[in-house]
């Protein structure tokens, strides 16, 4: 009898860590090759792994966790992992050098002039991607999981943009500050100025 009392009580256990196991996974996203396009849309933190390395195996539970942790505190923030091996363009793209790397993607879309005015009344200083896929882009996107935490980076579309922005030309990145904006020409010098 103690001994069915054991074996019960060990299943239950098993079965407890393996239910909170598959719990956990709920909440950290696969992803593949959709997240180039989709990645605009959310905030994503992402764990760029390889499914050979050791410390990737290490930092999965850990990393369940804080997708857990993150949609059960009502975080906008998505919890991702992805194969960096299988992958390897996207991890690239985010300079991924070694595995594990996590990486903060924050690059929020204005779809609309609405909300690019709210986002002008809001913010004091803030970062405009305008157009397509391009090297670019890319710059802009390093720039963003680089320097998030001083300041907000979106992307738009040129419909978006206000009547008063001059663009010469497309791919471009703007910058607003106090009631000014400036068109970044890759050179770390901003060429045009306009007041609103």
Not at 129 to 134: A, K
Not at 191 to 196: I, L, Q, V
Request: charged share 25%.
């Amino acid at each position: 009898m103690a001994a069915w009392k054991s074996w019960t009580a060990l299943r239950l256990c098993a079965t407890v860590v393996v239910l909170d196991m598959v719990v956990c996974k709920g909440f950290v996203e696969d992803l593949d090759e959709s997240f180039k396009e989709n990645r605009n849309d959310d905030i994503w933190l992402v764990d760029f792994y390889a499914p050979w390395c050791g410390h990737c195996k290490k930092l999965e539970p850990i990393w369940n966790e804080v997708g857990l942790e993150m949609k059960s505190i009502g975080s906008p923030v998505k919890v991702g992992k992805m194969d960096a091996t299988s992958y390897s363009s996207i991890a690239s793209e985010f300079g991924v050098r070694g595995y594990p790397t996590i990486k903060l993607a924050l690059i929020r879309p204005l779809p609309s002039q609405q909300m690019f005015e709210h986002m002008q009344k809001r913010h004091r200083v803030f970062f405009v991607y305008v157009g397509g896929e391009s090297p670019l882009k890319e710059k802009y996107i390093d720039a963003a999981s680089e320097l998030i935490v001083y300041t907000y980076f979106f992307s738009a579309s040129e419909e978006v943009v206000p009547e008063y922005v001059t663009l010469k030309e497309m791919p471009a990145v703007l910058v607003f500050k106090d009631e000014t904006y400036f068109v970044y020409d890759g050179k770390f010098i901003f060429n045009s100025c306009k007041t609103f």
